[in-house]
C-alpha cells in the first residue's frame, strides 16, 4: 500500500455550484463536464490548535498497512486524503453546508434518510442511482445518501454494483423507518380506486392490503414518483403508495396509513463521500469489504474464518456475480459450460480498521484473496429507525 499524506485537509464546501434547479439530475447534465473548480478551493489547510490535535493522532501506520484495496494483478493505488471522524462529526452537525444526492424526486423515503443523515442539508434529486454517484464524483454535492438494503426486501443489488464500479467511499449509515400510506387525489374515495402505482418493493411490501381491496398494482420508478403522477394527472381511478411527506408536497390526500404488510419495515441508507474517514475506537464502527476468491472447495470457509478466529461478528454477507468476466475452463462434466460463474462477495463486520483484529483479518484475507477492497469503515448507526 502506498504511504500516503496525513495532512488535516478538510474539503471546503464551496457555495458558487449550488444547484437551483429543483428536478432531478440526470445523466445527460452531468455528461456536460465537470465542475472546474481550482484546487485550493477543494481543500483548506489550517493551523488551528484542532488540526495540530488531529496531526497528532499517530494513525499514518494504519493508513499505509490498512489494505484498503489489493488486487494480484494490479498495484494498489493510493488512497484520497481521508476526513477524520471528528470531521466527519462536525460536517454533520453543520449540514446546512452540505448538498446531499438521493435518487428519486421531492418526498421520497431517500430524501428523508438524507435530512436524517445530514440535519438542514440541501438535498439533490438524481433521476438514478448511478447518477447520484456520477454528481458525487462529479463535485455537483458533497454527499449521496442511497438504499442499500430493507427489511423486508433484502439488498439493493444495483448499489453494490455501483459500489465497486464508483471510487467513493462509506463513511457513515442511517436505517429509515418506512411508513406506507395509500394515497389518492381530494375527492377520491377507496372505492373509486381501481390501481395503484409504486415502486415495486412498496408494492410487495403492502401485497395483503392491496389485495385485500382488489387493486391492480402498476410498477414505477419511485414512491414519490408514484405521487407525483397520480397528482400531476388529476387521476380519480388510480391512488399512490408513498409517504405522507409526498401526499404533503404534491397535495394528495391520505386514505390510510401504515398499510405495510409488516410494522418492522426498516431501510438502511449509506453515505457516500469522495473521502474515506479515518476509523476511530470512541464508537462502534462497522466495516465494509468487497473482495473475491479462487474456486476451490473451503475458499469462502477459509475466507470467513479470519474473522470468527478473532472474535469479529459478522452482520451481512452478499455474494454477486463478477461482471463482463468469463472464467474459460470447462471440462467433461460441463457439457461446453463454464465450470463456475467468478463471484465478488460482499462482507460488512463489526469493528473499526483502527482495531488491530480488523487489521490482523484483513491482512490474513489478503494472503489468499484475488482482489480485496476496504468498502468504508465508519460509525454504526445504533439510533432507532
Given amino acids: ?41 477543494c481543500y483548506s489547510n489550517t493551523n488551528s490548535k484542532n488540526n495540530k490535535k488531529i496531526q497528532a493522532i499517530d494513525l499514518q501506520k ?10 494480484s494483478k494490479d498495484s494498489p493505488a493510493s488512497l484520497p486524503r481521508p476526513l477524520t471522524s471528528a470531521q466527519l462529526s462536525n460536517l454533520t452537525s453543520e449540514g446546512s453546508s452540505l448538498r446531499v444526492a438521493y435518487q428519486g424526486v421531492r418526498g421520497a423515503y431517500s430524501e428523508s434518510a438524507a435530512e436524517k443523515a445530514y440535519p438542514n442539508c440541501e438535498p439533490v434529486p438524481c ?14 454535492v458533497d454527499r449521496a445518501v442511497l438504499p442499500i438494503e430493507n427489511s423486508l426486501g433484502g439488498s439493493i443489488h444495483r448499489n453494490y454494483d455501483l459500489l465497486l464500479r464508483h471510487r467513493l467511499h462509506i463513511v457513515g449509515e442511517v436505517k429509515l423507518a418506512i411508513r ?13 380506486l381501481k390501481r395503484v402505482l409504486s415502486h415495486p418493493q412498496a408494492l410487495a411490501q403492502c401485497e395483503s392490503t392491496l389485495t385485500g381491496l382488489g387493486l391492480v398494482r402498476e410498477a414505477v420508478d419511485d414512491t414519490a414518483g408514484a ?93 454477486r456475480p463478477l461482471q463482463k468476466q468469463t472464467l474459460p475452463t470447462l471440462d467433461d462434466s460441463t457439457n461446453g459450460f463454464p465450470k463456475y460463474f467468478p463471484y465478488l462477495f460482499y462482507v460488512d463486520f463489526e469493528a ?25 469503515s465508519y460509525p454504526t448507526d445504533t439510533g432507532l429507525p
Fill in 1 to 41: 500500500m502506498a504511504a500516503t499524506t496525513s495532512r488535516s485537509l478538510i474539503p471546503s464546501l464551496y457555495s458558487d455550484s449550488k444547484i437551483h434547479n429543483p428536478k432531478p439530475l440526470t445523466a445527460a447534465q452531468l455528461s456536460q463536464g465537470r465542475l472546474k473548480i481550482p484546487l485550493h478551493a
Fill in 62 to 71: 494504519l493508513i499505509q498497512d490498512s489494505p484498503y484495496e489489493f488486487d
Fill in 127 to 140: 433521476e438514478q442511482f448511478d447518477t447520484a454517484f456520477e454528481a458525487v464524483e462529479k463535485w455537483l
Fill in 180 to 192: 406506507h400510506c395509500l394515497l389518492a387525489n381530494h375527492g377520491v374515495l377507496v372505492e373509486d
Fill in 227 to 319: 405521487a407525483k403522477h397520480v397528482a400531476f394527472h388529476k387521476l380519480k381511478d388510480a391512488g399512490a403508495v408513498a409517504s405522507k411527506a409526498a401526499a404533503r408536497i404534491y397535495g394528495l390526500n391520505i386514505l390510510a396509513e401504515d398499510i405495510q404488510d409488516d410494522s418492522d419495515n426498516v431501510t438502511r441508507f449509506l453515505m457516500l463521500a469522495r473521502e474515506p474517514i479515518i476509523p476511530g475506537t470512541d464508537k462502534p464502527f462497522k466495516t465494509s469489504i468487497v473482495f473475491s476468491l479462487e474456486e476451490g472447495p473451503g475458499m469462502l470457509f477459509k475466507a470467513l474464518a479470519v474473522f470468527a478466529m478473532r472474535n469479529i461478528n459478522l452482520t451481512k454477507i452478499e455474494s
Fill in 352 to 376: 473499526s480498521m483502527a482495531d488491530e483484529r480488523a487489521q490482523n483479518a484483513l491482512g490474513h484475507l489478503k494472503e489468499f484473496a484475488t482482489f480485496l477492497r476496504v468498502l468504508g
